[in-house]
């Protein structure tokens, strides 16, 4: 089953996005800030990290950096999504393996999240 952490303060679309994956087979841990994120990943070990950029205080793109720094992290993918004005160079530079513009489109995040973490079958 495939692992994934959510972090966003937008506590609504927080929930609706963590019962979408649900509903199509994820597990799912969500999280409405940043505080507890490393925490999270060492012990969750997820397999994708999909990320709101504007968080409260915090920058995704930083703990993006951040989680791409460690080894033991270093390759697990990581989605963007915002609804503000993002540059593709900031995306690039903390590494994202993706970025997806808000409002989203369900099946379009379902898309990408296979094409990063692909399933057997």
Same mark, same amino acid.
């Given at each position: 089953?495939? +692992?994934v952490?959510? #972090?966003?303060?937008d /506590?609504d679309? !927080?929930e609706? #996005?963590s $019962?979408?994956l649900?509903?199509? =087979?994820m597990?799912?841990l @969500?999280l /409405?800030?940043?505080? &507890?994120f490393?925490?999270? $990943?060492?012990n969750? +070990?997820?397999?994708l990290?999909v990320?709101?950029?504007?968080? /409260? &205080?915090?920058? =995704? ?5 951040? !989680?791409? +720094?460690t080894e033991e992290?270093?390759?697990?993918p990581v989605?963007l ?13 903390? %590494?994202a /393996?993706d970025? !997806? %513009? +808000?409002?989203?489109n369900i @099946?379009?995040? $379902?898309n990408?999240?296979?094409q %990063? #973490?692909?399933q057997?079958?």
């Amino acid at each position: 089953m495939l +692992k994934v952490l959510i #972090v966003d303060d937008d /506590n609504d679309l !927080l929930e609706m #996005v963590s $019962l979408i994956l649900q509903t199509h =087979g994820m597990e799912v841990l @969500s999280l /409405n800030d940043h505080t &507890d994120f490393f925490t999270a $990943l060492s012990n969750y +070990k997820p397999d994708l990290v999909v990320l709101d950029i504007y968080l /409260n &205080d915090a920058d =995704g793109r930083e703990l993006c950096r951040q !989680l791409k +720094k460690t080894e033991e992290f270093s390759g697990t993918p990581v989605l963007l999504y915002s609804a503000g004005h993002i540059s593709p160079s900031s995306i690039e530079d903390c %590494q994202a /393996n993706d970025f !997806l %513009q +808000k409002p989203f489109n369900i @099946s379009v995040l $379902l898309n990408r999240i296979h094409q %990063q #973490v692909p399933q057997p079958g």
